[in-house]
């Protein structure tokens, strides 16, 4: 339990507040769409698709891996499961780690010349899919990929590639997912948003410096709270009232590195979401996930209170070929565990991921 105290401050800064580019690290690239025909019918005017990519693209192109982000996070989200000799090993694969919609890298609210703030048209999980398609088979010209790896509102796209384009990907890797958003989820996102609106200085979307007290509370709910289980906290703090201080620590951190609108418009895409409603299903959930053919293994954590385990529990009784997996069977890090911010859990994905991907863990 040691490892929860020492990393805890690592987890947030990993995910929420994803890190900024160093000189060491790939370049930062944008690739331009055109306008995103959105399955609304509506268009994100002039969007583009921020990535990053990391190792070689074989003559061959056949060893490529897509990876899709979590909700606020960007493509460092899962650096700790990349480079020689991690389970995305770029010495084997070429790494194409995306920025989903209104992340602020990729087109979004906060950074959309045509359509700012509120303007912005709402847009799917599907419509995050569509958008790494496009880059794959336009800017690379990429038709099958080794396999699809996210975790959170990433493991949600992951399931959403499977059903999507079914016979684009050998393997799924979709670490504590969602198929379908269960009304917890949906609750938590509301009182998120609700933190962010409800404060005077949103002033509709058009704020001009940060809304601070609705970014404070909002921090306390997603990422102090539902983030996190009540273990993690007895583990970190021996005397209780030591929290207060740490969590006004954790909201200063916040102001740094978060925009509230795209905050409102993934949390948007994210409730709404269920493989089910893919065109030619009907609504049905079991239905569009059994249409799944890549070997696919998710991840689950204990005690998950943002995406709880029952759900993806649930939804692989209906993938033809699964594996689940529990995090670091043992410990209590919840929806953390796929923060890689604690070292048992980051040890954990990287050689339960490897094994799947070189053929020891497919069914």
Wanted: with cysteine; aromatic share 10%; proline share 6%.
């Amino acid at each position: 339990m040691r490892s929860i105290y020492v990393a805890a401050f690592a987890f947030f800064a990993a995910t929420a507040l994803a890190g900024a580019h160093t000189p060491q690290q790939p370049p930062h690239q944008l690739f331009s769409e055109g306008d995103l025909k959105l399955e609304s019918g509506e268009s994100i005017r002039d969007f583009s698709i921020s990535y990053v990519t990391h190792g070689t693209l074989n003559a061959e192109k056949s060893n490529a891996i897509l990876m899709v982000t979590a909700i606020s996070g960007n493509h460092h989200r899962i650096d700790f499961m990349i480079g020689p000799g991690k389970a995305l090993d770029t010495d084997k694969y070429f790494i194409i780690c995306t920025d989903a919609i209104a992340n602020g890298l990729t087109t979004s609210p906060s950074n959309s010349k045509t359509q700012p703030h509120m303007a912005f048209p709402k847009f799917s999980i599907r419509d995050m899919v569509e958008s790494q398609y496009r880059l794959l088979r336009e800017k690379f010209g990429i038709t099958h990929v080794v396999a699809v790896v996210g975790p959170s509102m990433g493991g949600m796209q992951t399931l959403q590639w499977g059903v999507s384009h079914p016979d684009f990907m050998d393997s799924l890797v979709a670490m504590v997912p969602l198929a379908k958003t269960p009304g917890w989820t949906v609750a938590v996102l509301e009182a998120s948003r609700k933190a962010i609106m409800n404060d005077p200085a949103w002033k509709n979307g058009d704020y001009d410096a940060p809304p601070e007290k609705g970014v404070r509370l909002w921090r306390d709910i997603l990422n102090l709270l539902a983030a996190r289980t009540p273990d993690m906290y007895s583990a970190q703090f021996k005397n209780g009232m030591d929290v207060l201080p740490w969590m006004e620590q954790q909201e200063n951190a916040a102001m740094k590195a978060f925009d509230a609108n795209d905050w409102i418009y993934q949390t948007w895409a994210y409730q709404a979401h269920d493989v089910g409603t893919t065109p030619g299903f009907n609504g049905d959930t079991a239905k569009a996930l059994s249409s799944i053919k890549a070997n696919t293994l998710i991840f689950t954590g204990t005690k998950d209170l943002l995406n709880p385990e029952f759900e993806p529990i649930a939804a692989s009784k209906s993938i033809p070929h699964v594996t689940v997996k529990t995090i670091s069977p043992g410990t209590v890090t919840g929806h953390a565990s796929a923060g890689g911010g604690f070292p048992d859990d980051v040890a954990f994905l990287n050689r339960e991921t490897s094994a799947f991907l070189s053929g020891i863990g497919k069914p």
